[in-house]
């Protein structure tokens, strides 16, 4: 067969034209098909990951949101100094600090 020499900045790769080469002939493998089970979920619900993980965030966030709003608002009831006065009665809250591990 013939050589082919590919060059690309700082590599240079030589390629040997076979003809009648089989591509599924464990010779001719070069390495990059990886059947691992995690390139295979990858490639098959790879973009259904990801929005799982997109919509989990945000849920996550916004319940961080409300449970500090809820902690801050049991804290005026009780007739606390509210934070933005300078008060941090907010910091013996349970409910604000669920939200703020959220």
């Not at 050589?3 to 590599?11: E, Q, R, V, Y």
């Not at 390139?39 to 929005?51: A, K, P, Q, S, V």
């Not at 801050?72 to 100094?81: A, D, I, M, S």
């Given at each position: 067969?013939s050589?082919?020499?590919?060059?690309?900045?700082?590599?240079r790769?030589?390629?040997?034209?076979?003809?009648?080469?089989?591509?599924?002939?464990?010779?001719?493998?070069?390495?990059?098909?990886?059947?691992?089970?995690i390139?295979?979920?990858?490639?098959?619900?790879?973009?259904?990951?990801?929005?799982g993980l997109?919509?989990?965030?945000?849920?996550?966030?916004?319940?961080?949101?409300?449970?500090?709003?809820?902690g801050?608002?049991?804290?005026?009831?009780?007739?606390?100094?509210r934070?933005?006065?300078?008060?941090?009665?907010?910091?013996?809250?349970?409910?604000?600090?669920a939200?703020?591990?959220?």
């Open positions: 067969g050589l082919i020499t590919l060059s690309c900045l700082s590599h790769v030589v390629c040997q034209v076979i003809s009648g080469a089989v591509p599924a002939d464990p010779v001719q493998d070069n390495g990059t098909s990886d059947s691992s089970w390139t295979r979920l990858e490639n098959n619900y790879g973009f259904y990951i990801g929005l997109a919509v989990f965030s945000s849920f996550l966030i916004g319940s961080s949101v409300i449970l500090k709003k809820k801050l608002l049991r804290l005026v009831e009780k007739g606390g100094t934070a933005g006065d300078g008060g941090h009665g907010y910091l013996k809250d349970w409910l604000w600090w939200g703020l591990l959220t």
